[in-house]
């Protein structure tokens, strides 16, 4: 939670390439980095996604990388999708008939903060891996990042969704501009999904204290159950659960009308007891050999999975 005193240090540490080869190096790590991560390759991946689909969840699948700078990179990602596309076909049986598969890319993977059109290629890149959704039937939806890069996240979005309607994207609750992100954002046909905010950010553009974060994530949520989209409720907190629960109630939205969304490997047991009560949920399946940031933003998050990766260090 945003309470832990040593969020803003491990926040700092995940963008450090140093820190990334020593901790990427130390042979425990796999151990807890795989009970957040589905695997370095594609077929690890697909065999955990097929788990999760026949136990009644939804799946997103994430290809880690973020913060590319070599547009080689950036292709390699697109092919990354395409390929774990195509084999979201021999998961028809599994998946249903509804939207149940989705994929969740990062921008920045892309090629965004490339130099010059390093915006353009993010666009053009994401616009062949929605094409290939597309065709398969599968959703998308566009991760949020660090502050810097919601004007361009954004923007891409828009440009996007005027060939994809059902192209999904995130917002923040720890941005002062979010509340007013998600009235402009969640019209008829939209999808948005609202989580707390995972990245160390200044005081004057995010709230700093937990007790503000979760307010607004209330304030947005209800932006979203009133609103006409299709609000995605991503959080392991009980307390946002509930208000989900209730405010969708009051809305009279059925299970259909909205979802909830859990990470992988994160309370597992909550995730299937609310599909067991008839409830759409969807786990996010991250995978791939890039997972160094995405795991400390996991470890920084909660301070016993931080006391399990310090148990470990100390006995390597
Ligand atoms: P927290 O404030 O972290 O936790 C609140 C409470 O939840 C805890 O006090 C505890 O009661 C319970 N809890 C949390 N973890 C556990 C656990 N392991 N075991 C038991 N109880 C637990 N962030 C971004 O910035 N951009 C994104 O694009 C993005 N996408 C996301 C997609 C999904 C599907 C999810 C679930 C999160 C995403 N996030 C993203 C991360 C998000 O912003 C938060 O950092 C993260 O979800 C932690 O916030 P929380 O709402 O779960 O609550």
Redesign the pocket.
Known sequence: ??SNPLRPVLLAAARSSRLEKTVSGMTLTRKLVDRFVAGDAEPAAVSAVRDILTSGRFV?VDYLGEDTTDPAQATATVDAYLSLLRSYATLSEAAGTQHTLEV?L?LSALGQSLPGDGEKIALANAHRIVTAADEVGAWV??????HTTTDSTLSIVEELRRDFPTLGT?L???LHRTEADCRHFSGSGSRI?L?????KEPADVAFQK?GE??AS?LRCLKVLMEGDGYP?V???????IDAALELATLTERTAEDFEF???Y???DG?QRRLVAEGNHL???VPYGSQWYGYFM?RLA??P??LMFFMRSLASN
């Open positions: 939670s945003l997103t969740s990062k939806t566009v991760d949020a990042e660090d995130v923040q609750a720890y999904r989580c707390k905010g995972a990245y937990p974060v979760d994530y995605m991503a959080s392991h907190d009980p307390t946002m969304q859990m990470l490997g994160i309370r909550e969807r786990v996010y933003r998050e909660r016993a999975n």
